[in-house]
């Protein structure tokens, strides 16, 4: 994917569709898809700076009932580091923070390109998006 925030979201609701196979209801995708938007988008923004010439790679599989997403960017490789809690003024933070409460595991990899990998157990009951606290707001 060409680091460009407008294919974000693009790009999660595709993943999704995929997902839907696994029949997972409103709930469990309104969660994968943001999780998904949020990795994406910190790699297009803090990885490759928004840089339109450099890509940012994203692979989905299912394993045992298991989501695992490895998002990888063409950035600097820098210490990217999961806050225990974010600073709400700040400008990042918040987005993997997030991610982490989401998902069962999160790593940051360092080989020739920086990758997060998340694992996430697929919830196939109580999957009303209405029961969903995070929609009230």
Do not use: W
């Not at 490759?48 to 890509?55: G, L, T």
């Not at 974010?86 to 390109?113: A, E, H, M, T």
Request: charged residues 35%; proline residues 3%; glycine residues 4%.
């Amino acid at each position: 994917m060409e680091s460009d925030l407008r294919k974000v979201n693009k790009v999660a609701e595709k993943i999704c569709e995929n997902l839907k196979s696994y029949g997972l209801g409103d709930k469990e995708l309104y969660f994968i898809r943001l999780i998904i938007a949020e990795l994406l988008n910190n790699a297009v923004i803090h990885g490759n700076q928004n840089d339109p010439k450099k890509n940012v790679s994203i692979s989905c599989k299912v394993e045992n009932e298991n989501l695992i997403v490895e998002v990888s960017d063409e950035g600097d490789l820098f210490n990217l580091k999961i806050p225990e809690k974010p600073d709400l003024f700040l400008d990042y933070g918040r987005g993997l923070y997030l991610v982490s409460k989401l998902v069962d595991f999160i790593d940051v990899i360092k080989d020739n390109r920086k990758k997060v990998v998340i694992h996430k157990k697929l919830n196939k009951k109580n999957n009303k998006l209405e029961d969903n606290p995070l929609t009230c707001c």
